[in-house]
C-alpha cells in the first residue's frame, strides 16, 4: 500500500509541477533598427533658369559685363554636409562656358558669388563648389544658394544676334 500511495504521490507531484510550468514565462529581446540615409536633393520645380538682359548692348559708352543669377535650391538630410557642383555644360571646360546658337559660341561664366571671383565647378582645375548643410529634407528646411551667371561685353559686343542656349547639370555629391 506504501507503494502505491507513492506512486499516487509521485503522479501527483509531477502533474502539479507541469501546471505550474504551464504559466511560466520565456522572453526574448527583438533588435528594432531604422537606418536613416544621407540624402540630398536639387529642387528645381520651380524651373530653375538664368537669363541674361543684354538689352544696353547697344547703348554708348556701356562698359559693363552682362550678369544674371538664378537661385538653387536643395535639401539634405539632418546633419549631412557636402558640395552642390556644377558641370562644364556644351563647352566641356568649367572655366571656359559657352552658350550656342546653332553653332555659333558667345562665352560665359557661373561663379559661386557676385564677386565674379570664383568660378563654380567640381572643385578641380581653377574652380570651387558650393556647401550644402543638411537641416533635413521637411520642405520648411530648404536650403538655398545662388548662382551668378557673367557675360564678358567683349564677347557680347562680337557675338552675332540670336537664341544662345546652354545646359548645366547640378550636382548635390555623396
Known sequence: MKRMNLKV????????ASIGTANAQNTQ?????????S???VDVSSGTT????????AVVG????????TILAWRCSAGFNTIITISAGISGDQTNRELDDGGTRLSYNLYTNGGYG??????GAGTGTVAANGTGMAVANIGTSEV????????AEAAPPGTYTDQVLVTVVF
Open 118 to 123: 570664383q568660378v563654380w565647378g567640381d572643385g
Open 29 to 37: 529581446n527583438i533588435d528594432i533598427t531604422a537606418i536613416v540615409p
Open 62 to 69: 556701356n562698359v559693363l559685363d552682362f550678369d544674371a543669377s
Open 50 to 57: 538664368m537669363t541674361f538682359d543684354m538689352s544696353n548692348l
Open 39 to 41: 540624402v540630398c536633393i
Open 9 to 16: 504521490l509521485l503522479f501527483a507531484a509531477i502533474a502539479f
Open 148 to 155: 551668378f551667371g557673367r557675360i564678358p561685353l567683349a564677347a
